[in-house]
C-alpha cells in the first residue's frame, strides 16, 4: 500500500465526461489499495472568466477579494469530483484550502505555502477515503483566501504530498511525460523515463510547460517524488503504478537507475525554447560605477525579471551599451519605468525588440562533460543561425536568437546532442 497524491489539470476536469473519467481513474488508483488524496484546478477557462468578472466589476480590484472570487474555479471542481466518486461506490469528501488548513504568506495573487496541517487528512486517508482539494489556493494567517498564481495547483499538489509523507505525487496534464523537446516542433522527440529535480527546475524556467517552477523547486527542497502522466488515457490502460510517465527525482536517485542500467545517462537531457522574451537595448549608458544599478533597481522593484544581460564598451570612451532581457508581457511597463529615470541613468536611446527566442540546453551531465556549449554554438553556427547573447549555468546553456529561427534551432540541437528518437524501422 502507498499514500498517493494526484493532481488534475484544467483540461482534465473541463466538463462533466472529463470529470467522470478522472473518477475512474482515481478509483483505479485506490482500488489498489492506495491510500489517495486528489488536487483539482478550475476547468478549463474557468479562471480567465473569473478574473474577467472581477475586472468588469471593478477595474481596480481589491487583491483580497479578487482572490475570494478566483479560487471558486477550483472549489466547484473539487465539488464535483467528490460528488462523481461518490456515484462510482468511492468513499470521498472535498477539503477546502481553509479545512486544512493550507497556509500562505499574506500576498494574493501571488501566494506562496508556508505550512500544512496534514493530520486531519492523513486520518481521513487511512479511513479509506478519497480526499478532493482544490488547488491553487490558500489561506493567510489573518482568514483570508489567497491564491498562487498561473499553475498554482501543482504547487499545491507537492505541498499536501510533502505535508502527507507521500510515497509519489503525480501530476496528470495534457501530456503523457516529460520530453527531450517539444514533440511539435520536433517528431523524434523522446519521452524521458526520468528527470533530475535540478534539470525540470532550469527546463521550466527556460520554457517547458509542463510544471510550474515553484513546484519543481518546492518537490526538490522537500524531496517529494514527483511523476508527469496524461490524463486522456483509455480505460484499460496501464495503471500509474506501472510508471507509464516521467518521474521527476533527485540526482542520488538518477544515478541509482543508470547504475542498473534503467536509465542512459546524456550530456544533454533536452533542449527547451521560450518566444514569450524581450530584448532592450540602453545605448551610450556612461561607463562608471553605480550605472547599472540605476538601470536594474527600478525593474526589481516593480517585479521584473531580467534574464540575459551584455554590456559593451562602446566606440566613444567612457559609454557602453546595456542590452538584457525581459517577459513579454513586461516590456511596455519596463520601457516606461527607464524612459522615467533617462536623466538619472543618462542613456541616449531606448531600442527594444521583441521578435527573439530564448533557445536552451539542460543536462546535469554538462557538470562533468566539457565541449556542451561549444557544440551548441557550432551547431548554429553551421545553419547560419546569429547569436544575440548567452547566459550559463552549471547545467544549463541558453542563447537569445531571432524569432523566426526558434523551430530551426531546436531542431537542429536536438540532432546534435543525439536526442533523437531511432527510425521505428531500424
Not at 379 to 405: F, Y
Request: net charge negative.
Amino acid at each position: 500500500m502507498a499514500r498517493i497524491v494526484m493532481k488534475f489539470g484544467g483540461t482534465s476536469m473541463a466538463g462533466t465526461e472529463r470529470i467522470r473519467r478522472v473518477a475512474n481513474i482515481v478509483r483505479k488508483q485506490a482500488a489498489g489499495g492506495n491510500q489517495v488524496a486528489v488536487v483539482v484546478s478550475a476547468m478549463a477557462g474557468e479562471t480567465d472568466r473569473l478574473i474577467n468578472f472581477c475586472r468588469e466589476a471593478n477595474a481596480l480590484y481589491d487583491p483580497a477579494e479578487y482572490d475570494v472570487v478566483v479560487a471558486s474555479g477550483e472549489q466547484v471542481t473539487a465539488g464535483l469530483l467528490a460528488l462523481t466518486l461518490q456515484s462510482i461506490g468511492c468513499p470521498a469528501r472535498s477539503w477546502l484550502g481553509w479545512q486544512l488548513p493550507l497556509r500562505t504568506i499574506e500576498s494574493h495573487a501571488s501566494a506562496r505555502v508556508e505550512s500544512i496541517d496534514g493530520e486531519g487528512l492523513i486520518a481521513a486517508m487511512e479511513r479509506g477515503e478519497i480526499a478532493v482539494i482544490p488547488g491553487f489556493q490558500g489561506v493567510s494567517e489573518h482568514n483570508r483566501i489567497t491564491t498562487m498564481g498561473r499553475g498554482g495547483s501543482d504547487t499545491s499538489a507537492v505541498a499536501v504530498a510533502a505535508a502527507v509523507g507521500a510515497d509519489r505525487c503525480d501530476i496528470y496534464t495534457d501530456v503523457d511525460g516529460v520530453y527531450t523537446t517539444d514533440p511539435r516542433i520536433v517528431a523524434k522527440a523522446r519521452k524521458l523515463r526520468a528527470v533530475t529535480y535540478e534539470e525540470m527546475l532550469e527546463l521550466a524556467s527556460v520554457g517547458a510547460k509542463v510544471l510550474q517552477t515553484r513546484s519543481v523547486g518546492l518537490a526538490m527542497k522537500e524531496n517529494v517524488r514527483v511523476q508527469v502522466l496524461s490524463s486522456f488515457v483509455d480505460d484499460d490502460a496501464a495503471s500509474a503504478d506501472d510508471y507509464p510517465g516521467t518521474m521527476i527525482v533527485s540526482e542520488e536517485e538518477m544515478n541509482a537507475l543508470v547504475e542498473k542500467g534503467e536509465m542512459e545517462r546524456q550530456h544533454v537531457t533536452g533542449i527547451a525554447h521560450d518566444k514569450n522574451e524581450a530584448k532592450i537595448i540602453l545605448t551610450r549608458v556612461p561607463d562608471r560605477p553605480g550605472s547599472v544599478a540605476h538601470i536594474f533597481d527600478p525593474l526589481a522593484k516593480a517585479s521584473i525579471n531580467v534574464d540575459m544581460i551584455i554590456q559593451n564598451v562602446g566606440r566613444d570612451k567612457g559609454e557602453t551599451d546595456v542590452t538584457f532581457t525581459v517577459p513579454q508581457s513586461d516590456l511596455a511597463r519596463a520601457q516606461a519605468l527607464l524612459e522615467d529615470r533617462r536623466g538619472e541613468i543618462g542613456f541616449n536611446r531606448i531600442i527594444t525588440d521583441s521578435k527573439i527566442a530564448k533557445i536552451s540546453v539542460v543536462g546535469v551531465g554538462m557538470k562533468s562533460h566539457a565541449g556542451v556549449a561549444a557544440t551548441m554554438f557550432r551547431s548554429l553556427a553551421d545553419r547560419g543561425i546569429n547569436i544575440q547573447a548567452i547566459t550559463t549555468s552549471e547545467i544549463k546553456v541558453s542563447v537569445m536568437i531571432d524569432e523566426d529561427e526558434t523551430e530551426l534551432a531546436v531542431r537542429v540541437l536536438h540532432t546534435a546532442y543525439g536526442l533523437d528518437a531511432p527510425d521505428e524501422a531500424a
